[in-house]
Each structure stands twice: as C-alpha cells, then as structure tokens.
C-alpha cells in the first residue's frame, strides 16, 4: 500500500468540483461542493448519534436506501439544521444536483455545514449549480475538500493505492472539521471514494467497523455535531473481484480503509478550532478493548490536559486524573504515563505514582507540534488510540463569535 | 430562614482559622485550614467518583466510619495525591491537629487540594500548627476559607438560621473550587458545619440527597478532581430535639441545606477558572428528573455554548445540539429555547426551530453577569437547574502553565 495524490479523485471514475455560490456571507472561500462517479457505486454511511440531527441526513439516510449513490453534494455556511423547511431543502439539493447531472434524485446524497438554525435559501444553489457541474474534474479534489470547510484552516484530504485479487484500486478522502468535534458518533464530514468492487453490505461493514477505531476516537471540544456522517462511494472500476464476504481481499480493503481514515483524523485533531499541537493519546496493557477506548477518549477529552499541553507543562497528574474518572475499571496503581515527540520521550509516571524527570527535558518534548502521550495500564493486552489537540485562546476566539 | 454572616462559624460550637504556613511557595496566600468544634459532631461527607482518589480520602472515610468527628484540617497548594507516603503524610496531619487540639487523631478528617503527584513535606504543618490553633476563633471563617483557595480569586462562605422544634438553628459552609468541577461526583471542597442535632445517619441521607441537585450539577470544566468531598458537620448545640427520621424536622434541615448549597454552587461556577459570566440552566418540562438533569448538565457542559456566552452570542443551535447529545430520550421538536438576565427575557426557539429575535436585544441580555439559559422540553412536568461559566482565554491561561 502506498500514498497517492488525488483524494476523492484518487480511484478511477470519480471527479470532483467547488464553487463560491453565495451562502456564506463577506466571505471569498468556496462554499459548495460536489463528488461524482461517472459509474453506479456502493453507498455506506454512518451519522451522528446526536437526537438533533440535520435535515440533510435524513434525505441522505433514504437515498441510501439501497446501498448505491453516485454523488454527493454538500454546502458550507449553513448546517440546514433546526429549520421548519428543512427536509425540503435538503431533498431540493439532491434534486438540483440530480436534474444537472442527468441522475435520479435518489442517486444523489446531501450534506450541509455551518451554522443551525437558519433558514437555508436554495437560490444561490440554484444559480451556482451550473458553475458547480462544470468544475467537475478529476483534478478537483482541492476545489470540493475548500468547499465543505467552516472554521478548518487547512484543506484534507489523501488516498492511497492497494491490491485486490490482482488489480490495483485506490482509496481516498477528504474531510472537514474543526469545532463540535467528539467521539461517539460519525464525528464531521468524511467523503471517501474507492474504485474496488465491494458490495453495499461489505461496505457498509467496513465503514462501521473502522469508525469506532478512528473517527469516534478524535475529539477538539466534546461537542456532538448535528450534521456529522461519513460516506464512503465504492464504484468498482478498478475491476477486482467483487468483494461479497469477509476474508483476505476484505481485510485488504479495511487496511486501505484505515490508513486513509487514521491519516484523516490526524488532519481533523491537529486543524482543531484554535489548535497549536497534535496531541495523540496511545494507551496499552489494557484489560479490554472498551477499556483501552475509554481511557484514551478520556484523556485526549479532558481540558485541564489539554490546556497544559498548550503550555508544554508536563502536568502528568492531569493525565491520571482523566484515567481515573473514564468509567473503566482500573487497578490505577499499575499505570505507567510518558511524553513522545520527535525531540524524544520521557517517563513521568510509574505505578501510578510520579518519578523524577528533567523539567527542562519535557519541555523541550512538549514543545513540538505532534505529541504523543503514552499510557501503559499494565493489566492486560488491550490497546487503542486518540485523537485530540491542545486548549488554546484561539478555540475562545473563534467560538466567542461564531455566529456573526 | 434567612441568609447570616459566619459561614462555618455561624452555626454555635463552631471555630475556624486559616494560618500561611508555606506549603505553597511564592505565594503570601493561606495554604493551612482548621475548623473546630467544641462539642461532638455528627459527622457526614460524599467523595469524588475518580478512581484516582487522594490520600486524604481515604484517610477521612476511616475516620468518618463511626459518624463522629470534631475538627477538619484542610491543605492548599498540594493534593498529597498519587504520592507513595501518601496516606502516612494525610494520617500525619491529623495526628498532628488531633495533638494540638487535644483530641483523638479519628476525630480529626484531612482534606487538600493542589498539584497531583507532588510530595507533600509534613515540616510545614507540623510548623504551622501552633498558629493554625492559635488562629480558631468565632470570626475566623474569611482566613479558612481563604485557607483551602487554589485558583479562586474570591472566598465562598454562607450561611443561614432556621428554627427546629422550636429552636434556632443555623448552617453555614465555605467552598474551594474553581477549575477541575464536574458533575457526577462530590465536587470540590466543601465543609459545612450545623449546630442543629441530628443523627449521623439521617445527616448522611441529607447530605447524600442534596447534592445530586446541588453540586453534581455545576461543571466549569469536565474534569473530576481526584482529591473532591463535602463534608458536613452537625454539633446540636442548637438544642433541638435530635433529627432522627424523615418528617417535618428532617424536611426544614434539608431546605437549610439546600440553600447554602445552591449558594455555594452559584459562587464556584461563577468564579469558574477564567468564568466572566455565572450560567444558570433551567430544564422545565422534562418526562423525568433524570432526563431533565442529563439535559441542564449537557447544556452548561458545552465548550460551544460556554464560548458563545462569553462572546454575548445568543447562538441557541449550540444549546439545541447539546440537548440532542445528552443522552436523555426526548422529542427534539417540541423544545423551546430562552435566554434571560437581569436586562430581559429574549424566546429565541420554538418546537425546536428558530423563532425571529432582536439580536439588539439578545446582545444585551447575554452581556449581563450572570445568564438564565431557560429550556422548555414540553414533554413532561420534571425540572432541574444546572450551574456553569463561560469559556475564556483565561481559562486557557490559567491551565496552560499550572504547575509552575
């Protein structure tokens, strides 16, 4: 497997486009994009688990009904979420996308972005609809991964390239999002686009699979969006054998699955609203799977933790103190904390009890832009990871106003 | 009831003192805490629910274990948490305030508060003692309470009088806490002091009662300390004939401490670490109190919504997605939203959509002290209250270098 340019536009037969069509007020960024497959495609998706959920979901989750789509269009500015009008909205979006580019509305999944609760008009749509259909382009990706952004500072996307049964298919994505970030739930907008033959069940198996281990593990703010789902398009043009069970081309397509999502979440946690550093919690010796997921989740999630790393304290009783309020049963006697980065690595905690460590040492390790933060429970084989980012004035800045 | 000065020193028998004895360094605040009775007490106390739980914990519950106790001693600036001498150092501070009180050293319960895993050195105690002592008097609850401060920047003391059986009675109590508050546990220190007689069973139940209404329902922050309690002392030198069942007494008792309580939670989410403006949340109309409280405890927990309060932003989607992430069961369509402070009342929701507001007018209700964020689920006749603070750059600040 190897990494490849391209994002969405990565696998064969898909393009992508963005405009600025007017949504977003005093503002010069592109505000609308779409993804196409030139052939029918498997459609998965998970959502949000927040009850408040944006109208463009729920159109989504009926065209999906039958586990194929191919397009997705998707607006920045406005969640289209807590609006009378919502639904219709959302189903004249599809309908819009559909009638340009010649498919059933049905065909076509929505996704919206921004702020809840305002009415979404379908007008500057409308008009930008044109524009939009003809900056479909295999070069694209760009152009679509700025249209779907909000707070985000940096575009994300990647792909990569792999083999099944043969034939070399890729995978890609791009992402948006950077506030109301949290585990336990599709956490933000993931777009992803795959050549490979796989069945919509198959597909959707993967996709539900992978989240609980990347994609519920980034958290900026523990906030649960409205809006958030992940999709993932599959439209078989690299001509492998179908995939329609479990087994080694499966397992294949979940690594290629898993690299493209884990180097997204690292691009969502580190573009966290306000963020300075990367912060990856990395926890082993775990009694369970669960376990190891709740420590690390807590961790990354507690802002105490992560206002010290904005200051490059190495305060490793933060670190503690959010292990022991997880709600995993623990013997925090045997814990064992350190801090990674490229600048080295040092033991703060043994036993759960602090050791002696060079101040001027972890500062100097917590001063780099990706930390790690390394947990060893020591009661078992279990282990998971997190991601998250530090505190900062800015993330006050940015949410003080969001609005206006 | 009315509202009396004295805070821990209002209720008879009952003397307080605060004394720097130099556990903090660079810093001319009080570190040191005493409060003493001079007649048995009735003892009672909750703890916090992190597994990571400070020395001094376990060294109050043993000593609580017959339900008596006649002194607290409370430490600032150092946890005496996941230290390896711990419990010797916390059994060490009572053996010392027990000798110079003359008292037995399980009459005596510990508590501090400061940086986690650094050790605690008994020297300075032991030093400080013969002025802490020297320091007890009716008038001294400013210094103990200044005593137990870390990141406060004002004292917390209350109290009131009210009549038993024909007697008058009073209970007061001073409050710590300011940054690592969260539901779901006993959530900071609290000492609390009665000259009302009452069994330590039934001042157990009264206590346990109160603060799942009370302090498991203010966050300034997420994070559960490790080193919280609230501990409740009653002395009955009050006169009244001994609470020792459910009725009309024990229902008077309960209303007595409900209102210090509420006035302390007021007081430490309002000096929340950073906190500009006290959040006040008011769930009416819930389909039960449990459910009513997951959504006042969602809703005043938001990073979002405690930012868009800082900045004065009535940005109600926020206050919605909270609701809808709270884990209750509820129909989202059916809430109403309201904003309200002394300057007015704005309805900003309605059946779960946006209503027309003045932003003039929401601008000037939401720039006031302390905000009422007011939510009407409609479905139901439970209610709960949740106290909370804005986010603030310096909540960032404050965090961001702590220990040093």
């Known amino acids: 497997m190897k990494l490849i340019e391209g994002g969405v536009c990565a696998a064969k037969g898909f393009t992508a486009g963005g405009v600025r069509c007017g949504i977003r007020k005093n503002r010069t960024k592109k505000d609308l994009a779409l993804i196409f497959s030139e052939a029918p495609a498997s459609a998965a998706a998970v959502y949000t688990t927040n009850l408040v959920k944006g109208a463009p979901l729920t159109v989504t989750k009926k065209h999906l009904a039958d586990g194929q789509a191919r397009a997705v269009i998707c607006n ?37 972005t921004g702020v ?14 044109g524009a939009l259909v003809k900056s479909l382009s295999p070069e694209g990706c760009p152009d679509a991964a700025e249209g779907i952004m909000t707070t985000d500072t940096v575009r994300k996307e990647i792909a990569v390239e792999f083999e099944l049964g043969g034939r070399l298919c890729r995978l890609g994505g791009i992402a948006k999002g950077s506030g109301m970030i949290h585990p336990n739930m599709a956490t933000m907008l993931v777009f992803l686009t795959s050549d490979a033959a796989i069945s919509p069940s198959m597909l959707q198996k993967a996709l539900s699979g992978d989240i609980t281990r990347t994609f519920n593990m980034v958290s900026v703010d523990g906030d649960t969006s409205t809006n958030d789902m992940v ?97 995993a049963a ?25 050791v002696p460590f060079s101040e001027e040492e972890a500062k100097k390790i917590l001063s780099e832009r990706e930390i790690d933060i390394l947990v060893d429970l020591n009661q078992g084989d279990a282990a998971a990871t997190a991601w998250g980012c530090d505190l900062t004035y800015d993330y006050v800045k940015i949410n003080g106003d969001y609005r206006t």
Chains 1, 2 share one sequence.
Request: hydrophobic share 45%; charged share 20%; net charge negative.
């Open 76 to 112: 920045s500015g406005n969640a289209n979420t807590c609006n009378a009008n919502g639904i219709e909205i959302a189903e004249g979006m599809a309908k819009l996308a559909a009638e340009a580019l010649d498919l059933r509305p049905e065909d076509v999944l929505v996704a919206s």
């Open 116 to 129: 809840i609760g305002e009415p979404l008009s379908l007008t500057p749509i409308a008009e930008g609809m």
């Open 231 to 327: 999709v993932l398009l599959a439209n078989g043009l690299a001509g492998n054998p179908e995939i329609t069970e479990e087994g080694p081309d499966f397992t294949c397509f979940m690594q290629a699955l898993n690299t493209v999502t884990v180097g997204l979440c690292r691009m969502i946690a580190g573009d966290g609203e306000g963020a300075t550093k990367l912060l990856e919690c990395r926890v082993h010796g775990a009694p369970g799977e669960q376990a190891a997921r709740q420590v690390a989740k807590s961790v990354i999630c507690s802002s105490l933790l992560k206002a010290a790393m904005f200051g490059a304290d190495a305060n490793w009783g933060r670190v503690l103190c959010a292990i022991g309020y997880s709600g």
């Open 330 to 354: 623990l013997d925090v006697n045997r814990i064992d904390v350190g801090f990674a980065s490229k600048a080295g690595e040092i033991r703060v905690c043994k036993n759960g009890a602090g």
